[in-house]
């Protein structure tokens, strides 16, 4: 019962780095999610996916980068970080829409400094 | 752009007592989740509410929908300490892509 891991948990990085944030689920759920959560701002999706290699921006896709080669990974790169980026990432997974929940990772921490 | 709106943003309670959480949208929606995040952990999914139900139970939980005010509310009867949480709204629109909007949250402290 693995269900939705990411990697890293933590990760400091400095300006100009590129950063990757790992997303595995087992479940082989279609639907695939990438959000930010900041303090004031909750939850706000970045990216998602319905399918392998079919992805779509959400409402703050600027400086990120995703894919979906395959069905259960569905990594986040940040191609150049910038301070803004400093937040928590969170990845989910569903199965096919509409009336099903998300099931989140633990998330992980990203510092840039 | 924010869709769910929590309220209140913080409340806390003796544990026993029944917590009240509201949450207002603002367009046409498919359905209604609530989501429990416990501090430094992932969003829990509590309850999924669809746009043609009124009330849905789960356990303590109860949660109301009333579309023509466009809003919902979770109720969490005889608190525990271990209902500690931030619990956030999240709408899917009735048309169009399949994203979430999340609220900002509301943190509940049930005091022991």
């Known amino acids: 019962d693995a269900g939705i891991t990411q990697s890293p948990r933590y990760k400091i990085t400095e300006t100009g780095r590129q950063v990757t944030l790992m997303c595995h689920q087992t479940?082989?759920?279609?639907?695939m999610f990438w959000y930010r959560q900041d303090l004031g701002h909750g939850l706000r999706l970045i990216y998602y996916?319905?399918?392998?290699?079919?992805?779509d921006k959400g409402e703050v896709p600027d400086g990120y980068v995703v894919s979906r080669s395959k069905t259960e990974n569905f990594p986040l790169t940040l191609e150049s970080a910038t301070r803004s980026q400093t937040s928590v990432y969170f990845c989910?997974?569903?199965?096919?829409?509409?009336?099903?929940?998300?099931?989140f990772g633990d998330g992980t921490r990203l510092s840039i400094l | 752009s924010q869709q769910g709106e929590e309220d209140p943003q913080a409340l806390s309670i003796q544990e026993g007592e029944n917590a009240t959480m509201n949450c207002s949208y603002k367009?046409?929606?498919?359905?209604l989740q609530w989501y429990r995040q416990n501090s430094g952990r992932g969003l829990v999914h509590l309850i999924l509410?669809?746009?043609?139900?009124r009330e849905k139970h789960s356990g303590r939980l109860r949660v109301t929908l009333d579309t023509s005010k466009k809003s919902s509310s979770l109720l969490i009867t005889a608190s525990r300490a271990a209902d500690t949480a931030s619990y956030f709204c999240a709408t899917l629109p009735r048309a169009g892509s399949y994203q979430l909007t999340f609220g900002k949250g509301t943190k509940l402290s049930v005091i022991p």
């Open positions: 479940w082989s759920h279609s639907y």
């Open positions: 996916s319905a399918a392998a290699d079919i992805t």
């Open positions: 509410i669809r746009s043609n139900e």
């Open positions: 989910a997974s569903c199965k096919v829409q509409p009336n099903q929940p998300q099931h």
């Open positions: 367009t046409s929606i498919n359905n």
